[in-house]
Every structure is written in C-alpha cells, then in structure tokens.
C-alpha cells in the first residue's frame, strides 16, 4: 500500500507539518474531553448547591436562569458523548463516527459567528450611546474577545478533524486498491518491478517438433503376391 499511497504525506499534518492529523484529532478530542467533563462537574456541582440553597442570592451561579443552565449542561453533555465518539472512530478507522462531531462542530461555529455578529452590534451601541458605563464597554470588548478566540479554535479544530475525515477515506481505498491488486496478480516477475524487462523469444520451431523416420516404398514392395 505504500507504493501507492504515502500516509505520513506533508498534507495530512498539522502545526507547520509537524504532528499528524489522526494524532492532533485524537489530542483535540482528549483535550474536549477534559474540559467538557470538568466543566460538567463544576458548573452542575454549583447549580445543585444553588437550587437546595445552599448558597447566597448574590452568588454568581444565581445570575443565569434554570432554563439557560441546563440548556448549557444538556449541551456539553452532548458535545463530551460526540468526542468520545469521534475518538473511538480516529482509533478504530472508522470515520463515519467522525460525522457527528463535524456537523456539531459546524453548527457551533455557526452560532459563534451569529454571536459575534451581535458583541458587534453592541459595541457600536455602546460607543454611540453617552449613558453607557465605562463597566459596560470594556465587558462588552472583552466578550467579543473571548468570543472571537473561541471561535477561531473551534473552526481550527473542525478542519483538523476534517481533514483526518479525509485521510481515513483515503487509506481506505488504497488499502481495498492494493487488497484487489494482491488478489488479481497471477503472475510476479521480480526483475519487472523497476523498470521494464523485454520477455524471453520462444524456442524455434523445429526444437519444439519430434522428428519421425521417413520411409520411401519403391517399386519391389508393390510386387502382387505369388499363387500357387
């Protein structure tokens, strides 16, 4: 398969064509993985101790309303299930368990691309408005900053993983390639792998032909039998 197919080709790495792409995907996804699960711990952990009241009114956990905490759990549970997913489709070649991810991940671009479109509009009514505090504008640019990097690291992110989408599919075909071109060789000639061998001229003909005696009747072998 490598003599069709090179998979440690410059195209199919990352990080200035350092790691490969099935390696950055598998660290992106243990890196998801991490921060989604330590973030359903913390963040339900405090939403919990919030709703048995075990925590002040001024607490920050009780400035988000119920409906919007666990639309976010529900969320991260979802993207910690399809990480998993696409990890365990890296690891076993298997890329069709890629596709969920991808498509998550895009539709979370998109809404980060609608956010940003809105810390946009906000910054411009902030900066026209003269009631606006001095507070609300720096909140407001440091949001669009963190939206803005967030969002650039999932795009990053995604066409990693798109690209080890494609290298999976690529090595699948060449692997089916070279299984059909194994199985339908019915010859081998080892001199012809490097470069074109002339076949050897067939024997000649009379080599090829067994000779017989030849046998001349003459006239006395026609002679009629004698009678008595």
Excluded at 38 to 60: E, K, N, P, Q, T
């Amino acid at each position: 398969m490598d003599s069709l197919w090179d998979p440690e080709s410059d195209k199919y790495k990352v990080l200035c064509r350092m790691v490969h792409v099935t390696k950055a995907s598998l660290h992106i996804g243990y890196i998801q993985m991490m921060i989604s699960f330590v973030f359903s711990i913390f963040f339900g952990y405090h939403y919990f101790m919030a709703i048995s009241g075990h925590l002040s009114l001024d607490h920050w956990i009780n400035h988000y309303t119920a409906k919007y905490i666990s639309q976010l759990l529900i969320a991260v549970a979802i993207q910690l299930i399809l990480v998993v997913l696409m990890i365990h489709g890296v690891r076993s070649e298997r890329r069709a368990l890629l596709l969920p991810y991808i498509v998550y991940a895009t539709i979370a671009i998109l809404a980060g691309c609608a956010q940003l479109g809105t810390d946009l509009l906000n910054l411009d009514r902030n900066s026209f408005s003269y009631g606006s505090s001095e507070f609300d504008k720096v909140y407001n640019n440091s949001q669009f900053v963190s939206h803005f990097i967030g969002t650039m690291i999932h795009a990053w992110c995604l066409s990693v993983v798109w690209r080890c989408y494609g290298f999976l599919g690529e090595k699948k075909v060449a692997r089916q390639i070279s299984e059909q071109l194994q199985v339908t060789a019915a010859f081998h000639y080892p001199e012809q792998l490097f470069g074109w061998t002339p076949m050897p001229n067939p024997p000649p003909y009379a080599d090829t032909v067994v000779s017989r005696p030849i046998i001349v009747h003459t006239e006395e072998d026609k002679q009629p039998l004698a009678t008595s």
